[in-house]
Nanobody, 125 residues
Framework: QVQLVESGGGSVQTGGSLKLSCTAS????????AGWFRQAPGKEREFVAA????????YYADAVQGRFTISRDNAKNIMNLQMNSLESEDTAVYYC??????????????????WGQGTQVTVSS
């Protein structure tokens, strides 16, 4: 099975940018569709973005559409989330997740069996 490790979180001011990375190991990353979820304090985990196996299809939550960009490099076993124009509402722990299932609902966190440990993103004014 695949192991996932996030990196790149931190603190940034409103309007700033951060780039998160998710590095996969254990199995070829190309065997998995993958995505990002986030969980803010006191809130449920929510879908952020996802990318299909070859990176040819991407999906975004309405809240981040136009501000965030998801990408992957299967040769390097890495997935990135470029976050621009950050808002205080983006403050959360961000998790990368992966699934090998072909019957995969993009926004459904229970469809992703593999998860990283999370990385904190804090946006302040």
């Amino acid at each position: 099975q695949v192991q996932l490790v996030e990196s790149g979180g931190g603190s940034v001011q409103t309007g700033g940018s951060l780039k998160l990375s998710c590095t996969a190991s254990g199995r070829p990353f190309s065997d998995y569709a993958a995505g990002w979820f986030r969980q803010a304090p006191g809130k449920e985990r929510e879908f952020v973005a996802a990318v299909a196996w070859r990176g040819d299809r991407t999906y975004y939550a309405d809240a981040v559409q136009g501000r965030f960009t998801i990408s992957r490099d299967n040769a390097k076993n890495i997935m990135n989330l470029q976050m621009n124009s950050l808002e205080s509402e983006d403050t959360a722990v961000y998790y990368c997740a992966a699934t090998a299932s072909w019957n995969w609902e993009v926004e459904k966190d229970s469809d992703y069996p593999y998860w990283g440990q999370g990385t904190q993103v804090t946006v302040s004014s």
